[in-house]
């Protein structure tokens, strides 16, 4: 089975970015040692502390945060990183070519039930007027140079992409390498799955409602069909089943918060995940626009999310075409 860097080198991937997919999988085995050590390894549980998002961090949110920033900044490739648990960016060498997004741990509220999380990661080019500010990060995810994530499963994974379409590798335990084990990964255009937070039902836009009842009536209703639904509440091992077997995931709009009407954060979920949605022959939109095109003004920005095989992401969107202005009316 082939490892992982020989497939960037055939690739011609440049050196630098190898090495940063390097330095991206040396920090995927250490996260993957400790939370498979889990109680042992004294990961579970909250700290007394918020992050910048106002939402109480996991000990494991904080290590996995501390081993990525530790580790990466360690590569003389990488300009800078911003990650979910840190306010601002924090700068590595001046002349390094990439930028890494990141939310160290997907999942927190699954840490306690032992149950899936995962590690996203984006990496940017670092702009020509590198101006050693967050501003840097500001770039739409059509610039992304790799993008991927790793699920800490019953086996590890690392799923990702660098634009020649979607490659997962699986830690083997006893050599401590990511093999490759699926290559060219491809989303069925169609569909009869789908993830939502439902208990959020009451809160979504009227055109949202609409869809996700249209597919609770099943074979009653106008899809003519049953649909089953999954949640795991971790994105990245809901989008994860989506890439293994089709299906639509969603966490749309909704007026819960006036002031946050979004939960996942552009840079460092929607962005990696729609890059590697739309690798693998899918569709990933926010609602409004492709999120690929959205152009950012915050690195710690949120946005809608709704991605996953394209017919039934498309049907999707044909209801809330021309909505957007009964968002206020819930
Ligand atoms: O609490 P909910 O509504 O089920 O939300 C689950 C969503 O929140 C998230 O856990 C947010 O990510 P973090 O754990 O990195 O904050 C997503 O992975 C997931 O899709
Ligand atoms: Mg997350
Ligand atoms: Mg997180």
């Not at 918060?257 to 990933?284: D, I, T």
């Amino acid at each position: 089975m082939q490892r992982l860097i020989p497939t960037l080198r055939r690739d011609q991937v440049d050196e630098a970015l190898i090495s940063v997919i390097n330095t991206l999988q040396i920090c995927a085995k250490e996260i993957s040692f400790r939370v498979h050590q889990g109680e042992l390894a004294g990961v579970l549980g909250s700290t007394l502390d918020e992050n910048i998002q106002g939402e109480t961090q996991k000990h494991l949110d904080v290590l996995a945060n501390q081993l990525l920033k530790d580790i990466l900044l360690e590569c003389k490739h990488i300009r800078a990183v911003a990650s979910e648990e840190e306010e601002g960016i924090v700068s590595g060498f001046e002349d390094g070519k990439y930028l890494v997004a990141f939310d160290p741990l997907d999942g927190s509220s699954n840490i306690d039930i032992n149950s899936l999380v995962g590690t996203i990661f984006s990496v940017l080019p670092t702009p020509e007027s590198n101006s050693g500010k967050p501003d840097m990060f500001l770039q739409p995810g059509t610039q992304q140079t790799a993008a991927g994530y790793v699920l800490y499963g019953p086996s590890t994974m690392l799923v990702f992409t660098t634009g020649r379409g979607v490659r997962v590798f699986t830690l083997d335990q006893k050599v401590g390498e990511f093999l490759l084990t699926d290559t060219d990964v491809q989303i069925p255009r169609q569909t009869s799955e789908f993830a939502i937070n439902m208990s959020n039902h009451r809160h979504w836009q009227p055109a949202m409602r609409d869809y996700i009842d249209d597919l609770l009536l099943g074979t009653e209703g106008p899809r003519g069909r049953n649909f089953n639904m999954r949640w795991i509440a971790a994105m990245v091992a809901d989008v994860h089943r989506v890439l293994c077997r089709g299906g639509l995931f969603a966490y749309p709009w909704d007026a819960r918060k006036p002031n946050k009407p979004y939960k996942l954060r552009l840079m460092y979920e929607g962005n990696p995940m729609a890059w590697l949605v739309e690798q693998a022959g899918g569709m990933a939109h926010s609602g409004e626009q492709r999120i690929l095109d959205i152009e950012p003004t915050d690195i710690h920005q949120r946005v809608g999310v709704i991605l996953g095989s394209a017919d039934e992401v498309s049907t999707c969107l044909g209801y809330l075409e021309g909505s957007q202005s009964t968002k206020r009316n819930v």
